[in-house]
């Protein structure tokens, strides 16, 4: 696989999971409530792409003009968009007034992503204690044989990887609706749109390593396995499983920091957003 393969599936990859997270629900949201709201998706989806790909590097303040004339659209969307990125952390507001791109240390990141897995376990606990509905899990166990089928090839292309994002974003979403809470519901939503939290938010490193398909073996086991305690009613297990889950991100984590730091290294520029991380000196 060359390195221009490698960025290529990587960046749609991350695409894909930053569209199956976080900007589906605007776009329905637009086509819901009016035209009038589809200029501010459209400026919150190229933002946060200009802000991801490293346009807007960390530390940058938001000249509201520059991006107005930029993206060609007026002020009243740029500034929802702006106060929406800083609700999702991506931005930070300044004491002098306007935004400036944030930056992330290690320790933060691997927080946000111990949350994740406290939540998806306490998630897991209550859909195995509460009966998760049939309909839901019977969409559960189709999503993970679709997954099943993608891992079955010897090794994965750059559309096998981007599959293997969309369906992986698409269990964790039933793994969420299964604990029948609307709290619980809520919480996990707003903690997967925390920069980096999401399920497949370090999911791309694989695609550069030679074991991807093992690593996403291993997770698929553990989607396979929590399902199962689901089912069998076994809470506790369920809850361990998950927590156990949220493991891989934070490995993946300190794979990706690593792999920036070795000699021929793509520094961080086939994983979306990384770069915004600042790594332990």
Known sequence: MTV????SGAVRAHKIALAASNDGENVLDAVEKGVSNSAQVRA???????????????????????IVEKLGVSRTPIRAALMRLAQEGLLEALPSGGYAVRTFSEREVMDAIELRGTLEGLSARLAAERAAPAVVLAEARDC?????????????????FTSYVELNEKFHRLLSEMAGSSVMARELERIIKMPF????AFVVVQANSPQARDMLVVAQDQHWQVLGAIEQREGTRAEAIMREHSRLAQRNLHVTLRSMQEPGSLDGTAIAGVRLIRKRS
Do not use: C, F, N, Y
């Open 144 to 160: 993970l044989r679709q997954i099943d089928a993608v891992l079955s090839q010897p090794a994965l292309s750059d559309d096998s």
């Open 44 to 66: 919150l989806l190229r933002l946060r792409e200009m802000i991801l790909a490293g346009e807007l590097a960390g530390g940058t303040r938001i000249a509201e003009l520059s």
């Open 197 to 200: 939290a999401s399920p497949s």
């Open 4 to 7: 221009d393969t490698i960025k």
